[in-house]
């Protein structure tokens, strides 16, 4: 199954966009991606091994916590899973008025 | 969605009017009643930045009939590689101003309404209540949820875009049957975890793109034609022009849209996002962590004294300008604490000082006793002590 991998965590992946991962369900999956990635593992999962709440799972187009069997699910090699992330970029703040309050 | 206004109360079209919109009247899908919709249109643009450059743009091009932008900030040359709508002479003016004279030189007949403010809790619902649609073109998630939620509580739809390196989303949040921002983002990344535009870099063409789609939504919905983003997620990877939708649902659980909603009014999204404004008795000390000035580095250094300067930013941006730390990119560390003496005074810089001040207290956290945080980074040792530093 092809995961695929947002930009803001391709660094972790060794700047791979896709990664390959045979695995029977969307949560071995993750489990063996974070294996194979372990610098991935605190972005994608809280300390309790829960996903992280502001990072969304589509397995195809469809959003992994609506799914019956939510990360049970089960994948076949056709299957794509990928990793939405938030972003909030629109327009910049100028250089140097950021004070200590703004998110960076 | 705006309420379907009668077509004898829509606002007639003017001799100009009908010169100017001729290729519009004879699209099937516009015509004569749908550009008089368009004309009684309300349209508030948060944001003239990146996103709100082309969304602008294209309209007042449209003959929106008002057009309010939201902005407080200033032209700074960096913008210029992507915001559109000013120009080199603006650097240094208000980007409101500078949004206004081009607008209005595309399209005098439109009613341009600028609010030179922040939107916050305090402001937005009234800045609001006097529009049909948001367009949300803003660049940090307190801001983000602060829209969201608003137009979920004042019953406006919110046309959302948003950008990060070469990746774009698109949708429309807060109909009414339709899902809002909350559902598919109920909690927001801890600050510091997604970069900023300014941090992470963005390719100059993506806000145009991702500006325009949100545009096209704006005026699907004024027209109430086409099959418009509501309940799809649109994503767009510029690089590898890849165009991907994903299924979004309405979460009936949403504390804001949902059946039994628990936000029923705007709340402090500064410290929802978990930011922690800074009082002025602590602007020295930041969570334990001392705030060094870059002027006490220099006089540090100066002195000869044995401290450990450690620089926190990545490769690319070592190589634009550094000023002698040592390079352990922030994700680098937790893995590389071996390269960093826990004898020594620890300083930590990156660009600005956020980066830093986490992997200031991700140290103290770790053991060290010695730990200090460059406030301002580089570009305030540019600003103060070295002017050859290239800021960026």
């Keep these: 199954m092809i995961i695929t991998i947002p930009t803001p965590l391709r660094v972790y992946t060794g700047g791979q966009q896709e990664v390959d991962m045979d695995a029977p369900t969307v949560a071995e999956a993750l489990d063996s991606l974070t294996r194979a990635h372990p610098e991935l593992r605190r972005h994608l999962f809280t300390p309790e091994a829960k996903v992280r709440a502001f990072v969304n799972l589509y397995l195809n187009d469809e959003d992994v916590r609506y799914l019956p069997a939510k990360a049970e699910t089960p994948v076949t090699a056709r299957d794509t899973l990928s990793i939405i992330p938030s972003i909030a970029g629109g327009a910049s703040p100028a250089p140097g008025r950021s004070s200590g309050a703004i998110v960076r | 969605m705006p309420t379907m206004t009668e077509a004898a109360r829509l606002p007639e079209l003017t001799t100009d009017d009908l010169s100017r919109y001729a290729r519009h009247l004879i699209l099937p899908e516009v015509g004569m009643e749908g550009q008089r919709r368009i004309k009684d249109a309300r349209v508030l643009c948060v944001g003239t930045g990146g996103l709100g450059s082309p969304l602008a743009f294209y309209l007042a091009a449209a003959g929106i009939g008002t057009l309010g932008l939201v902005d407080f900030d200033v032209v700074d040359l960096s913008n210029l590689q992507r915001q559109i709508i000013h120009s080199t002479k603006d650097i240094g003016r208000k980007k ?39 367009a949300d073109g803003t660049d940090n998630f307190p801001t983000r949820y602060l829209v969201n939620d608003a137009c979920v509580l004042l019953g406006k739809p919110n046309v959302y875009g948003s950008i990060f390196r070469f990746e774009g989303q698109a949708s429309v949040f807060a109909t009414e049957a339709g899902p809002c921002y909350r559902c598919l983002y109920p909690e927001p990344p801890p600050p510091g975890l997604v970069p900023s535009c300014a941090e992470g870099g963005v390719l100059g063409i993506l806000p145009g793109l991702v500006g325009v789609i949100q545009a096209t939504e704006v ?94 930013r990545e490769p690319y941006e070592y190589q634009i300008a550094q000023i002698g730390g040592t390079l352990i990119p922030q994700n680098d560390v937790p893995n590389r604490l071996g390269e960093i003496p826990r004898d020594r005074e620890i300083i930590v810089h990156c660009r600005s000082g956020a980066r830093s001040q986490r992997i200031a207290e991700f140290l103290k956290q770790s053991g060290y006793k010695d730990v200090a945080n460059v406030a301002g980074g580089i570009l305030a040792w540019a600003d103060e002590i070295d002017p050859s530093v290239q800021k960026y």
Aim: charge should be neutral.
């Design chain 2, 219 to 312: 005026i699907k919905l004024i027209l109430g034609k086409g099959d418009s983003l509501v309940g799809r997620l649109l994503l767009v990877d510029a690089l590898n022009m890849r165009f991907r939708e994903l299924k979004l649902r309405k979460n009936p659980e949403c504390p804001v849209c949902g059946t039994n909603p628990s936000v029923t009014e705007l709340i402090d999204y500064q410290h929802f996002c978990g930011i922690v404004p800074e009082t002025p008795q602590e602007k020295s000390v930041k969570n334990g962590i001392p705030q060094l000035t870059v002027k006490q580095l220099k006089a540090r250094r100066d002195a000869g004294e044995d401290i450990f300067l450690l620089d926190v």
């Design chain 2, 96 to 134: 409101l101003d500078s949004a206004e004279e081009k607008l209005s030189a595309l399209n005098p007949a439109i009613n341009l309404v600028k609010h030179e403010t922040m939107l916050s809790s305090a402001n937005a619902l009234a800045i609001m209540k006097d529009y049909d649609i948001v």
